[in-house]
């Protein structure tokens, strides 16, 4: 069993940034594909980006493209989420995932076996 922590949310101004911070313990997430998804109130959970085992490959949603970075330390046991240019609607539940294998490479499609409790993350305009 993988336990993922999120931590990093809180309140922003339009504009602003956010970095996201995912670790877990008695686990290494080397092991992992990881990534982050987010729910807004009334909608169903989506992916917001991955990150492959190896960290080298990247997938993104569209709507975030360009503002998010995902990334991993695996010395440190640690993946984040750097938020850039935050908007309004990137308010929502964020939530840290790993899964072994390349399922990643859905994307919208990927369906993780682990997940984080969220962290929520709010966008003032």
């Known amino acids: 069993q993988v336990q993922l922590v999120e931590s990093g949310g809180g309140l922003v101004q339009a504009g602003g940034s956010l970095r996201l911070s995912c670790t877990t313990s008695?686990?290494?997430?080397?092991?992992?594909?990881m990534g982050w998804f987010r729910q807004a109130p009334g909608k169903e959970r989506v992916v917001v980006g991955a990150l492959s085992q190896s960290g080298h490959s990247t997938y993104y949603a569209d709507s975030v493209k360009g503002r998010f970075t995902i990334s991993r330390d695996n010395a440190k046991n640690m993946v984040y989420l750097q938020m850039n240019s935050l908007e309004p609607e990137d308010t929502a539940v964020y939530y840290c995932?790993?899964?072994?294998?390349?399922?990643?490479?859905?994307?919208?499609?990927?369906?993780?076996?682990?997940w984080g409790q969220g962290t929520q993350v709010t966008v003032s305009s």
């Open positions: 995932a790993a899964d072994v294998g390349d399922n990643w490479v859905l994307g919208a499609r990927w369906a993780p076996h682990y």
């Open positions: 008695g686990r290494t997430l080397s092991r992992y594909a």
